[in-house]
């Protein structure tokens, strides 16, 4: 096999930048690595009694075995790509693509696609080793075999078209405007940008998870009103079934202009949950987006099993209301007199941020606090 490589002194001197660039990259995470493997087991003073050890421990071994992997990965892929371009294969898949006496564009989309496909052939152990060995280990994986591969060729359908419209974009660009394609090619990009990013959350998410509308509308409408005051104005506020192939916990945003939402992991939402961190206190009225008075701060306090949860004073320099619940045993409900609306509660005494409305009479509900009574 003709390579229709030839070495020159260019060429030599990108291979020696190209290795002294992986060899930097691997080391710092080598270094990474070395340095959880030393000190990894030590919890940092601001989060000692809040974390627990083992849990610590585990998170520092699941970030060094993920670690590794990355690494491993990242200088295998910085071997094989230059020993794919000095091979010769790539000169020889194109003349096989032009013996077909194929259009331009047609040509150039095929050729691209088969590199595409080769380099998704290589790294496919490294993500099957990831999903069915790291993650199990640590029991973070549910993924079955059926999803992994549905989702795999749901992937390739997907990624072959969104890569057939902008090669062929490109590849037209280029036929038409020989002098100035590299311009219009830009902008083709952009543009094609955007509207993978509208179409993303309303089109190509969906086809791999199932999305529905948060059922909390307390918690929707606090994160669409802090989301609102950090100008990120959303069209809806979801959860994901993201159980179906994992127990991370996550959230995060897309789309643009009516496509844009915010996305919580059913995860999430659960682990909060379980570990009462969320809690839900109160009437809220109606016209809580009308009538706020902005942030207030909360504090917890525990003493002799009595914790009180009370509010900062107020901008007119009364104290709002105050929470008291006594005794405080797991699971076990307390009766609560408040006027509030939600608090985020960790398992230690936190200051901690809420959102309050105009303050109502007083009201009554049950709180469950099931770690507070721990600390």
């Known amino acids: 096999m003709n390579t229709g490589v030839q070495l020159n002194y260019l060429l030599v001197l990108f291979l020696v930048l190209y290795i002294l660039a992986a060899s930097v990259r691997a080391g710092l995470h080598a270094l990474n690595i070395s340095h959880l493997r030393l000190r990894g087991h030590e919890i940092p003073r601001e989060f000692s009694g809040i974390v627990d050890k083992e849990k610590f421990e585990e998170i520092q071994n699941y970030t060094i075995a993920t670690g590794r992997l990355g690494v491993l990965r990242g200088l295998s892929l910085d071997i094989f790509l230059p020993a794919l371009v000095l091979s010769g294969f790539l000169p020889w898949l194109s003349g096989a693509i032009a013996s077909r006496d194929l259009t331009f564009v047609l040509s150039g989309i095929l050729f691209f696609f088969g590199c595409y496909v080769l380099i998704g052939l290589f790294e496919l152990p490294f993500d099957l080793f990831q999903t069915f060995r790291v993650e199990k280990r640590f029991s973070f994986s549910t993924i079955t075999w059926s999803t992994w591969a549905a989702d795999l060729v749901k992937s390739v359908l997907v990624s072959a078209l969104l890569l057939g419209i902008l090669l062929a974009g490109i590849f037209s660009l280029i036929r038409l405007t020989p002098d100035g394609w590299w311009l219009w090619a830009w902008l083709f990009f952009i543009v094609f940008q955007l509207l993978v990013s509208w179409l993303y959350p309303v089109v190509i998410s969906p086809l791999f998870n199932k999305f529905a509308p948060v059922k909390d509308s307390v918690l929707a409408r606090d994160i669409a009103s802090l989301a609102d005051r950090a100008g990120f104005r959303v069209k809806g506020i979801d959860t994901m079934d993201a159980i179906r192939r994992s127990r991370h916990s996550n959230a995060y945003f897309t789309g643009i202009g009516k496509s844009k939402r915010i996305v919580l992991f059913d995860t999430l939402l659960k682990d909060l949950k379980a570990e009462g961190f969320y809690v839900q206190m109160m009437n809220i009225d109606d016209g809580l987006s009308q009538a706020r008075l902005g942030d207030i701060a909360l504090s917890i306090t525990e003493e002799e099993h009595k914790v009180t949860i009370e509010t900062a004073p107020s901008a007119s320099g009364n104290r709002m209301a105050a929470l008291t619940a006594s005794p405080v045993k797991k699971s076990e409900p307390s009766s ?33 606090l099931p770690t507070i009574s721990s600390v």
């Open 336 to 368: 609560i007199t408040a006027t509030m609306v939600t608090a985020y509660v960790s398992n230690r005494s936190a200051a901690i941020p809420a959102q309050s409305p105009t303050l109502s009479p007083v009201s009554y509900t049950h709180l469950t």
